[in-house]
């Protein structure tokens, strides 16, 4: 077996267990975070087309083969309504989550309305099962601006972050698997955890062929979770290989929960979970 096969191997078989429910400075980790009363999660990523929808959806049907009461929502959809409809299409095909919820769809976030925000966080919150919500773009992406006139003009705006803060669902971080992911991943973290979230994890998603080949060179799994934790207090659950059976956007399922299983460590999210689903 080559070098270059081992790295790949070990980004797919290797486990972050075990983490201690405080790091080394005397903080909590993000092991530690529990649900409240409305249980669920936020899916926040480091850019758009980061690989949060392959993410979410492998592993909510991961967690529903363990018996979990678990949906997988994206409630704003910003952009095409073709684009869009396929999305909520390859989520509820796989989850089994009903497309009987009312997501908002928007061509731009000029505009998603006040009522339109509302009504996507009440999406979120009204249900009594484990809530998985997917937010459109990045951690700083515009979901809405407020206008001060007729002609539009902007003077204030919400961001996916907002959005995940409003909810009060811990959140887990996706990048994509490549050099960047680490820097990305990090200056996330320190974004969601300045607005006040608790961050339960972070994931890279491979979302082309060889585009994590630089970065599986020169570090292995184990080694990016060092250097994750030696800046953040949130473990690096593991990394999603690309395959080409998998396509959000033609609505192809592929290898997607096989690939989950063999590349992401769900330790944490079971153990963020268990009390919530518990009750």
């Not at 429910?21 to 903080?27: F, I, L, Q, T, V």
Request: proline residues 5%; aromatic residues 6%.
């Amino acid at each position: 077996m080559t070098d270059q096969k081992k790295r790949v191997l070990d980004y797919q078989t290797a486990s972050v267990a075990g983490i201690a429910a405080h790091d080394d400075r005397g903080e909590r980790s993000s092991l530690s975070v529990r649900l409240g009363d409305n249980p669920g999660l936020t899916i926040l990523g480091t850019e758009t087309g980061c690989g949060k929808t392959a993410f979410m959806t492998g592993m909510t049907a991961i967690l529903r083969q363990e018996g979990l009461p678990v949906r997988a929502i994206k409630p704003v959809c910003i952009g095409t309504r073709e684009r869009s409809e396929a999305e909520l299409s390859f989520i509820s095909s796989i989850t089994g989550t009903p497309r009987s919820y009312p997501a908002v769809f928007v061509p731009s976030p000029k505009s998603l309305s006040n009522a339109q925000w509302s009504q996507a966080l009440s999406i979120c919150l009204n249900a009594k099962d484990l809530t998985m919500v997917e937010t459109p773009g990045s951690l700083a992406s515009a979901m809405s601006f407020e206008q001060s006139n007729a002609c539009g003009l902007a003077y204030s705006w919400k961001d996916s972050t907002d959005f995940a803060v409003e909810l009060h669902f811990p959140v887990i971080i996706v990048a994509k698997h490549n050099e960047q992911a680490i820097e990305r991943l990090i200056l996330a973290w320190s974004y969601a955890r300045a607005q006040g979230l608790a961050v339960a994890g972070m994931v890279t998603v491979e979302t082309a062929s060889g585009e994590g080949r630089a970065m599986e060179a020169k570090l292995t799994r184990s080694e990016v979770n060092l250097l994750l934790n030696s800046r953040t207090s949130a473990p690096y659950l593991g990394c999603l290989k690309y395959s080409p059976s998998i396509s959000v956007h033609r609505v192809n399922q592929g290898n997607l929960v096989k690939m989950t299983e063999a590349g992401l460590d769900l330790l944490p999210i079971y153990q963020a979970i268990e009390p919530a689903v518990a009750k």
